[in-house]
């Protein structure tokens, strides 16, 4: 079986370090890459083509509507999984119309996040239950 390719950005050190630890540990996961900025994500994604895009809404340099366009020039296939503060809850709907199919709130427990990426990767549509 092959492994769901997962590129995340996320400016902060500690979440990233979260995130890698958490997928290293799903046996179907694989993290081809990681970014702190969005020239680096744009970058990763048009090098790896992976299957997900997992990013943090306020990752510097990625403006959400803007870069899930972008993002899907570049790599067509790619699916996309966004991990946001609470109270960011006006983008939804914007994100979605531009091709966003999973929306977590932060706060998550990593097997919701994990289940999450799987049922995106499955065609499927994944959000927080605040958040619905």
């Known amino acids: 079986m092959t492994a ?3 590129v995340f950005a996320d400016h902060h050190p500690l979440v990233r370090t979260g995130v890698r630890a958490t997928l290293a ?14 020239q680096e994500a744009l ?6 083509q992976p299957d ?7 990752t510097p340099g990625l403006h959400p509507v803007e870069t899930i366009q972008t993002i899907q020039d570049v790599s067509r296939e790619t699916k996309l999984v966004v991990l946001a503060p609470p109270d960011e809850a006006t983008l939804i709907y914007p994100m979605v119309r531009a091709g966003v199919a ?6 998550e427990e990593t097997q919701v996040l994990v289940g999450a990426i799987r049922t995106v990767y ?3 549509n994944w959000f927080s239950k605040e958040v619905l």
């Open 122 to 124: 499955q065609g499927g």
């Open 25 to 38: 540990a799903e046996h179907d996961l694989e993290l081809v890459g990681e970014a702190s900025n969005g």
């Open 4 to 6: 769901i390719s997962v």
């Open 52 to 58: 997900i895009f997992l990013f943090y809404l306020n």
């Open 102 to 107: 999973g929306y977590l709130l932060e706060h």
């Open 43 to 48: 970058n990763l994604i048009s090098q790896h």
